[in-house]
């Protein structure tokens, strides 16, 4: 199982990016995939998750009606768009993959057991 996660960077607030997932080396339809940050000083908190198979989804409060997570099925990638920025956002994201496809379950750390590399995201005041 890999995860290729990429799209960080420096942003100002209000702006927006668009961070990728590509997953490889399992049957991807099968599989909730989502998104996990750790900001400097902080534990690591759950962003956001989707399901392939019927496309639930899951968001965090902090980020509900900014951030936006999408599936695109041809390159096995899964896309966290994120519009209005804010400091509080920085962090490194974490792409994960959940193999028992438990949306319901919430976002957990315990639910996923598959963890990519992280990219980094900065939004200067």
């Known amino acids: 199982v890999q995860l290729q996660a990429s799209g960080g960077g420096l942003v100002q607030t209000g702006g927006s990016l668009r961070l990728s997932c590509t997953a490889s080396?399992?049957?991807?339809?099968?599989?909730?995939i989502g998104w996990f940050r750790q900001a400097p000083g902080k534990e690591r908190e759950g962003v956001s998750s989707?399901?392939?198979?019927?496309?639930?989804?899951n968001y965090a409060d902090s980020v509900k009606g900014r951030f936006t997570i999408s599936t695109d099925n041809a390159k096995n990638t899964v896309y966290l768009q994120m519009n209005k920025l804010k400091p509080e956002d920085t962090a490194v994201y974490y792409c994960?993959?959940?193999?028992?496809?438990?949306?319901?379950?919430?976002?957990?750390?315990?639910?996923?057991?598959?963890w990519g590399q992280g990219t980094l995201v900065t939004v200067s005041s």
């Open positions: 994960v993959a959940d193999s028992s496809n438990s949306v319901g379950a919430g976002l957990y750390e315990w639910v996923f057991d598959y």
């Open positions: 080396g399992f049957p991807f339809d099968d599989y909730q």
């Open positions: 989707i399901s392939r198979s019927d496309g639930r989804t």
